[in-house]
T-cell receptor, first 113, second 118 residues
C-alpha cells in the first residue's frame, strides 16, 4: 500500500531560525514528489516538485531534497519568518492515475517571534 | 490567489438539508477535483473530472453528488449528510497533458469550504 509519512507532526521554532521537515514514502513506481504549503483556512499551494532524477530544488528560502534510493525527502526552511507558519504537506505521485497520488498528513509549523 | 474560487467559504447544515458547494477555475485548465480534508488525516480524493467527464469516483457515498457543467465550473451537491462528513472540502484544477499520465500535473487549490453538519 502506498504511504507517505511526515515528521514531525508539529514544530515550533523562533523567527530567524532554520528547520527541516521530513517525508518518507513507500509509493511505487515513483513519478514525482511535491511539497505544498497550506496556510490556515486556505488551500495548499505548491512549493516545489521533483522527479526521480532531481536531488535538490530551491524556491526562495525553501529547499527540497530527494533521495530516491532511500525514498526520503526533506524540506529545509532557511531564516524562518512569521509568514512561514503553516502546514507543509508532502505529496508523492506514482505512475498510473489519480488514485496513485498519495498525500501525507502534513507538518504543522509555528514560527514565533 | 490561485485562480480557483470556492463558495461558500463556510457552511453549517442539518442532516436533512440539501446544499451545494461551488467551484470555479479561471486558469483554463481541463481537469477539476474535489477533495475532503479532515483533521489529522491526509487529503482524500473524492471525484475527478477531465474534459467535463467524470474519470474518478473514489468510493464516495451517494449523499455526495458531483456535477461539472463545463470545464470551468464544478459543483458538489450534498444531501442527508452525517456529522462525520464535517470537514474542509477543497476544489482543485490542473492542466492535464499526454505525457506523465493522469495525476502527474500540478494542481491549483481553492481556499476550501468549511462544512459543519449538525
Amino acid at each position: 500500500k502506498n504511504q507517505v509519512e511526515q515528521s514531525p507532526q508539529s514544530l515550533i521554532i523562533l523567527e530567524g531560525k532554520n528547520c527541516t521537515l521530513q517525508c518518507n514514502y513507500t509509493v511505487s513506481p515513483f513519478s514525482n514528489l511535491r511539497w505544498y504549503k497550506q496556510d490556515t483556512g486556505r488551500g495548499p499551494v505548491s512549493l516545489t516538485i521533483m522527479t526521480f532524477s532531481e536531488n535538490t530544488k530551491s524556491n526562495g528560502r525553501y529547499t527540497a531534497t530527494l533521495d530516491a534510493d532511500t525514498k526520503q525527502s526533506s524540506l529545509h526552511i532557511t531564516a524562518s519568518q512569521l509568514s512561514d507558519s503553516a502546514s507543509y504537506i508532502c505529496v508523492v505521485s506514482a505512475s498510473g492515475g489519480y488514485q496513485k497520488v498519495t498525500f501525507g498528513t502534513g507538518t504543522k509549523l509555528q514560527v514565533i517571534p | 490567489e490561485t485562480g480557483v474560487t470556492q463558495t461558500p467559504r463556510h457552511l453549517v447544515m442539518g442532516m436533512t438539508n440539501k446544499k451545494s458547494l461551488k467551484c470555479e477555475q479561471h486558469l483554463g485548465h481541463n481537469a477539476m477535483y474535489w477533495y475532503k480534508q479532515s483533521a489529522k488525516k491526509p487529503l482524500e480524493l473524492m471525484f475527478v473530472y477531465n474534459f467535463k467527464e467524470q474519470t474518478e469516483n473514489n468510493s464516495v457515498p451517494s449523499r455526495f453528488s458531483p456535477e461539472c457543467p463545463n470545464s470551468s465550473h464544478l459543483f458538489l451537491h450534498l444531501h442527508t449528510l452525517q456529522p462525520e462528513d464535517s470537514a474542509l472540502y477543497l476544489c482543485a484544477s490542473s492542466q492535464e497533458g499526454l505525457a506523465g499520465g493522469p495525476g502527474s500535473y500540478e494542481q491549483y487549490f481553492g481556499p476550501g469550504t468549511r462544512l459543519t453538519v449538525t
